[in-house]
Protein backbone atom coordinates (compact mmCIF):
# COMPACT_ATOMS: atom_id res chain seq x y z
CA UNK A 1 0.00 0.00 0.00
CA UNK A 2 1.10 3.95 -0.96
CA UNK A 3 2.04 4.59 3.01
CA UNK A 4 3.72 8.54 3.53
CA UNK A 5 2.58 8.16 7.20
CA UNK A 6 5.05 10.12 9.15
CA UNK A 7 7.09 11.25 6.05
CA UNK A 8 8.12 14.71 5.77
CA UNK A 9 8.24 16.31 2.86
CA UNK A 10 9.27 20.08 1.54
CA UNK A 11 7.38 21.01 -1.70
CA UNK A 12 8.57 23.78 -4.28
CA UNK A 13 6.79 25.35 -6.93
CA UNK A 14 3.25 25.99 -5.37
CA UNK A 15 1.92 28.84 -7.32
CA UNK A 16 -1.68 28.75 -7.83
CA UNK A 17 -4.24 25.90 -8.14
CA UNK A 18 -3.25 24.73 -11.32
CA UNK A 19 0.30 24.09 -10.34
CA UNK A 20 1.75 20.91 -11.13
CA UNK A 21 3.45 21.35 -7.35
CA UNK A 22 -0.05 21.68 -5.68
CA UNK A 23 -1.33 18.32 -7.55
CA UNK A 24 1.72 16.39 -6.15
CA UNK A 25 1.34 18.44 -2.81
CA UNK A 26 -2.35 17.12 -2.07
CA UNK A 27 -1.48 13.58 -3.46
CA UNK A 28 1.57 13.20 -0.71
CA UNK A 29 -0.94 14.52 1.70
CA UNK A 30 -3.60 12.14 1.25
CA UNK A 31 -0.67 9.23 1.28
CA UNK A 32 -0.28 10.80 5.00
CA UNK A 33 3.02 13.13 4.51
CA UNK A 34 3.91 16.33 6.77
CA UNK A 35 3.83 18.88 4.54
CA UNK A 36 6.24 21.74 4.21
CA UNK A 37 5.34 24.51 1.52
CA UNK A 38 8.14 26.86 -0.16
CA UNK A 39 7.54 29.62 -2.47
CA UNK A 40 8.83 32.15 -4.23
CA UNK A 41 8.26 35.92 -2.60
CA UNK A 42 7.73 39.31 -3.92
CA UNK A 43 7.95 42.74 -3.05
CA UNK A 44 4.55 43.23 -2.26
CA UNK A 45 3.59 39.84 -0.09
CA UNK A 46 1.26 38.84 -3.01
CA UNK A 47 2.04 35.39 -3.58
CA UNK A 48 2.51 34.80 -0.13
CA UNK A 49 -0.66 35.58 0.45
CA UNK A 50 -1.78 33.64 -2.90
CA UNK A 51 -0.45 30.73 -1.81
CA UNK A 52 -1.07 30.79 2.24
CA UNK A 53 -4.83 30.95 0.89
CA UNK A 54 -4.37 27.73 -0.78
CA UNK A 55 -2.45 25.61 1.18
CA UNK A 56 -3.27 26.53 5.14
CA UNK A 57 -6.47 24.67 5.29
CA UNK A 58 -6.67 21.40 3.22
CA UNK A 59 -2.41 20.46 3.59
CA UNK A 60 -2.35 22.32 7.43
CA UNK A 61 1.50 22.33 6.18
CA UNK A 62 4.35 22.46 9.10
CA UNK A 63 6.13 24.29 7.40
CA UNK A 64 5.71 27.95 5.00
CA UNK A 65 9.15 29.38 4.16
CA UNK A 66 9.82 31.82 1.40
CA UNK A 67 12.44 30.37 -1.10
CA UNK A 68 13.73 32.07 -4.14
CA UNK A 69 15.80 29.41 -5.49
CA UNK A 70 18.46 32.84 -6.73
CA UNK A 71 18.82 33.85 -3.07
CA UNK A 72 21.48 32.04 -0.89
CA UNK A 73 20.53 33.11 2.52
CA UNK A 74 16.67 31.95 1.75
CA UNK A 75 17.73 28.63 0.32
CA UNK A 76 20.22 28.24 3.88
CA UNK A 77 16.96 29.56 5.99
CA UNK A 78 14.73 27.14 4.48
CA UNK A 79 17.21 24.20 5.43
CA UNK A 80 17.52 25.38 8.82
CA UNK A 81 13.65 25.37 9.69
CA UNK A 82 13.60 22.32 8.31
CA UNK A 83 16.37 20.68 10.51
CA UNK A 84 14.57 22.93 13.47
CA UNK A 85 11.17 21.93 12.86
CA UNK A 86 11.73 18.09 11.79
CA UNK A 87 14.95 17.25 12.31
CA UNK A 88 15.19 14.74 9.60
CA UNK A 89 13.46 15.02 5.67
CA UNK A 90 12.19 12.11 3.48
CA UNK A 91 11.22 14.01 0.55
CA UNK A 92 11.84 16.81 -1.92
CA UNK A 93 9.86 18.15 -4.61
CA UNK A 94 12.05 20.14 -6.90
CA UNK A 95 8.56 21.63 -8.97
CA UNK A 96 10.01 25.08 -10.69
CA UNK A 97 11.17 26.82 -13.74
CA UNK A 98 11.80 30.08 -15.36
CA UNK A 99 12.83 31.36 -18.38
CA UNK A 100 12.19 34.58 -20.12
CA UNK A 101 9.92 34.70 -22.52
CA UNK A 102 12.33 35.63 -25.39
CA UNK A 103 13.57 32.33 -24.68
CA UNK A 104 10.53 30.80 -25.27
CA UNK A 105 9.58 31.40 -28.95
CA UNK A 106 11.43 32.34 -31.95
CA UNK A 107 14.70 31.90 -32.87
CA UNK A 108 16.37 29.42 -30.78
CA UNK A 109 20.14 31.16 -31.85
CA UNK A 110 18.56 34.56 -30.70
CA UNK A 111 18.67 33.68 -26.91
CA UNK A 112 21.04 35.90 -25.11
CA UNK A 113 24.11 35.07 -22.34
CA UNK A 114 21.81 36.85 -19.78
CA UNK A 115 18.64 34.96 -20.81
CA UNK A 116 20.71 31.22 -20.74
CA UNK A 117 22.41 32.44 -17.33
CA UNK A 118 19.48 32.79 -15.66
CA UNK A 119 17.26 29.75 -17.02
CA UNK A 120 19.78 27.58 -16.17
CA UNK A 121 20.42 28.71 -12.68
CA UNK A 122 16.47 28.98 -12.03
CA UNK A 123 15.74 25.48 -13.32
CA UNK A 124 18.60 23.27 -13.61
CA UNK A 125 21.30 24.27 -11.10
CA UNK A 126 18.63 24.63 -8.21
CA UNK A 127 18.32 20.98 -7.70
CA UNK A 128 21.48 20.42 -7.09
CA UNK A 129 21.90 23.45 -4.88
CA UNK A 130 18.82 22.27 -3.13
CA UNK A 131 19.71 18.41 -2.86
CA UNK A 132 23.12 19.53 -1.19
CA UNK A 133 21.08 21.51 2.10
CA UNK A 134 18.57 18.14 1.87
CA UNK A 135 21.38 15.85 1.68
CA UNK A 136 22.66 16.04 5.55
CA UNK A 137 18.79 15.73 6.54
CA UNK A 138 17.52 12.87 4.73
CA UNK A 139 16.65 9.66 6.04
CA UNK A 140 17.65 6.57 4.98
CA UNK A 141 14.97 5.71 1.81
CA UNK A 142 14.39 8.85 1.14
CA UNK A 143 13.44 10.67 -2.59
CA UNK A 144 13.95 13.47 -4.09
CA UNK A 145 11.57 14.18 -7.29
CA UNK A 146 12.06 17.14 -9.85
CA UNK A 147 9.85 17.85 -13.07
CA UNK A 148 10.55 17.27 -16.68
CA UNK A 149 9.47 17.73 -20.07
CA UNK A 150 10.20 15.83 -23.50
CA UNK A 151 11.16 19.40 -25.12
CA UNK A 152 14.18 18.08 -23.41
CA UNK A 153 15.17 14.82 -25.43
CA UNK A 154 13.48 16.11 -28.49
CA UNK A 155 12.85 19.27 -30.45
CA UNK A 156 9.63 20.68 -29.78
CA UNK A 157 8.79 24.12 -30.92
CA UNK A 158 9.36 27.21 -29.00
CA UNK A 159 9.82 25.26 -25.77
CA UNK A 160 13.50 26.33 -27.09
CA UNK A 161 15.71 27.57 -23.92
CA UNK A 162 13.83 25.46 -21.54
CA UNK A 163 14.78 22.32 -23.86
CA UNK A 164 18.00 23.13 -22.64
CA UNK A 165 17.39 23.56 -19.20
CA UNK A 166 15.41 20.18 -18.56
CA UNK A 167 18.55 18.55 -20.90
CA UNK A 168 20.68 19.61 -17.56
CA UNK A 169 18.35 18.93 -15.41
CA UNK A 170 17.66 15.14 -16.57
CA UNK A 171 21.11 14.49 -16.14
CA UNK A 172 21.45 16.49 -12.78
CA UNK A 173 19.63 13.70 -11.78
CA UNK A 174 21.41 10.93 -12.65
CA UNK A 175 24.53 12.52 -11.37
CA UNK A 176 22.92 13.16 -8.12
CA UNK A 177 21.37 9.70 -7.72
CA UNK A 178 24.81 7.99 -8.45
CA UNK A 179 26.03 10.18 -5.29
CA UNK A 180 23.29 9.85 -3.26
CA UNK A 181 22.70 6.68 -3.63
CA UNK A 182 25.01 5.29 -1.09
CA UNK A 183 22.74 6.92 1.85
CA UNK A 184 19.86 4.98 0.28
CA UNK A 185 18.37 8.47 -1.00
CA UNK A 186 16.70 7.89 -4.41
CA UNK A 187 16.31 11.30 -7.10
CA UNK A 188 14.08 10.89 -9.93
CA UNK A 189 12.41 12.71 -12.63
CA UNK A 190 8.90 12.98 -13.83
CA UNK A 191 8.49 14.09 -17.44
CA UNK A 192 4.44 15.50 -17.53
CA UNK A 193 2.28 15.71 -20.20
CA UNK A 194 1.99 19.81 -21.26
CA UNK A 195 -0.78 21.14 -18.67
CA UNK A 196 -2.30 24.58 -19.04
CA UNK A 197 -0.06 26.23 -16.28
CA UNK A 198 1.39 29.84 -15.52
CA UNK A 199 4.58 28.53 -16.58
CA UNK A 200 3.82 26.64 -20.02
CA UNK A 201 1.77 30.01 -20.44
CA UNK A 202 4.90 31.73 -20.95
CA UNK A 203 5.64 28.76 -23.94
CA UNK A 204 4.78 29.70 -27.51
CA UNK A 205 1.86 27.55 -28.70
CA UNK A 206 1.07 25.81 -25.59
CA UNK A 207 -2.25 25.04 -26.72
CA UNK A 208 -1.09 23.48 -29.55
CA UNK A 209 0.99 21.72 -27.96
CA UNK A 210 -1.93 19.69 -25.93
CA UNK A 211 -4.10 19.87 -29.07
CA UNK A 212 -1.29 18.13 -30.75
CA UNK A 213 -0.99 15.31 -27.75
CA UNK A 214 -4.59 14.83 -27.10
CA UNK A 215 -4.48 13.62 -31.02
CA UNK A 216 -1.22 11.87 -31.11
CA UNK A 217 -1.14 10.29 -27.35
CA UNK A 218 -2.12 6.58 -27.06
CA UNK A 219 -4.68 7.71 -24.62
CA UNK A 220 -5.97 10.45 -26.86
CA UNK A 221 -5.29 13.37 -24.04
CA UNK A 222 -3.12 15.13 -22.07
CA UNK A 223 -2.35 14.28 -17.96
CA UNK A 224 -3.31 15.97 -14.95
CA UNK A 225 -1.59 17.19 -12.32
CA UNK A 226 -3.18 14.97 -9.81
CA UNK A 227 -1.90 11.98 -12.42
CA UNK A 228 1.63 13.64 -12.18
CA UNK A 229 1.21 14.03 -7.95
CA UNK A 230 0.15 10.03 -8.02
CA UNK A 231 3.23 9.20 -9.71
CA UNK A 232 5.26 11.46 -7.60
CA UNK A 233 3.75 10.11 -4.46
CA UNK A 234 4.82 6.28 -5.96
CA UNK A 235 8.22 7.59 -6.45
CA UNK A 236 8.47 9.05 -2.89
CA UNK A 237 6.99 5.71 -1.51
CA UNK A 238 9.01 2.19 -0.77
CA UNK A 239 6.72 0.83 -3.26
CA UNK A 240 9.36 2.27 -5.46
CA UNK A 241 12.77 1.63 -3.66
CA UNK A 242 14.09 -0.10 -6.52
CA UNK A 243 13.78 3.30 -8.66
CA UNK A 244 16.84 5.52 -8.90
CA UNK A 245 17.71 8.03 -11.46
CA UNK A 246 15.10 7.76 -13.93
CA UNK A 247 12.97 9.81 -15.75
CA UNK A 248 9.23 8.51 -15.33
CA UNK A 249 6.91 9.57 -18.92
CA UNK A 250 3.44 10.87 -17.17
CA UNK A 251 2.23 11.63 -20.54
CA UNK A 252 -0.54 9.70 -21.76
CA UNK A 253 1.97 7.16 -23.93
CA UNK A 254 3.21 10.78 -26.08
CA UNK A 255 6.60 9.85 -26.37
CA UNK A 256 6.34 6.66 -27.84
CA UNK A 257 4.49 7.70 -31.02
CA UNK A 258 6.82 8.68 -34.31
CA UNK A 259 3.92 10.19 -35.86
P1 LIG B 1 3.82 26.90 -12.25
O1 LIG B 1 3.97 28.26 -12.84
O2 LIG B 1 2.59 26.60 -11.52
O3 LIG B 1 5.07 26.55 -11.33
C1 LIG B 1 6.36 27.04 -11.57
C2 LIG B 1 6.90 27.43 -10.24
O4 LIG B 1 8.27 27.86 -10.31
C3 LIG B 1 6.12 28.61 -9.66
O5 LIG B 1 5.72 28.30 -8.35
C4 LIG B 1 7.14 29.72 -9.70
O6 LIG B 1 6.89 30.71 -8.75
C5 LIG B 1 8.40 28.92 -9.40
N1 LIG B 1 9.62 29.69 -9.60
C6 LIG B 1 9.99 30.44 -10.66
N2 LIG B 1 11.17 31.05 -10.40
C7 LIG B 1 11.55 30.66 -9.15
C8 LIG B 1 12.64 30.96 -8.32
N3 LIG B 1 13.63 31.79 -8.68
N4 LIG B 1 12.71 30.39 -7.08
C9 LIG B 1 11.73 29.59 -6.65
N5 LIG B 1 10.65 29.26 -7.40
C10 LIG B 1 10.56 29.80 -8.63
O7 LIG B 1 4.04 25.89 -13.47
P2 LIG B 1 4.14 24.30 -13.58
O8 LIG B 1 3.41 23.66 -12.49
O9 LIG B 1 3.78 24.00 -14.99
O10 LIG B 1 5.71 24.04 -13.43
C11 LIG B 1 6.29 23.18 -12.48
C12 LIG B 1 7.38 22.35 -13.11
O11 LIG B 1 6.80 21.43 -14.02
C13 LIG B 1 8.41 23.14 -13.91
O12 LIG B 1 9.68 22.58 -13.72
C14 LIG B 1 7.95 22.90 -15.35
O13 LIG B 1 8.98 23.07 -16.28
C15 LIG B 1 7.53 21.46 -15.22
N6 LIG B 1 6.69 20.93 -16.31
C16 LIG B 1 5.53 21.58 -16.66
C17 LIG B 1 4.76 21.09 -17.69
C18 LIG B 1 3.51 21.80 -18.11
O14 LIG B 1 3.03 21.54 -19.21
N7 LIG B 1 2.95 22.66 -17.29
C19 LIG B 1 5.13 19.87 -18.42
C20 LIG B 1 6.33 19.25 -17.95
C21 LIG B 1 7.08 19.78 -16.94
P3 LIG B 1 5.92 31.96 -9.17
O15 LIG B 1 4.82 31.48 -10.05
O16 LIG B 1 5.44 32.47 -7.88
O17 LIG B 1 6.77 32.88 -9.98
Known amino acids: MLDLTGKNALVTGIANNRSIAWGIAQQLHQAGANIGVTYLPDPKGRFEKKVRELVEEPLKPSIFVPCDVQNEEQIQETFKTVAQEWGKLDILIHCLA ?8 GDFSAITSEAFTKALEISTFSLGRLAREAKPLFNPGG ?8 GGVKVIPNYNLMGIAKAGLEMT ?26 ASSAVGGILDMIHHVENVAPLKRTVTQLEVGNTAAFLCSDLSSGITGQVIYVDAGYNIMGM
Open 143 to 150: SIVTLTYI
Open 98 to 105: FADKEGLS
Open 173 to 198: VRYLAAELGAADVRVNAISAGPIRTL
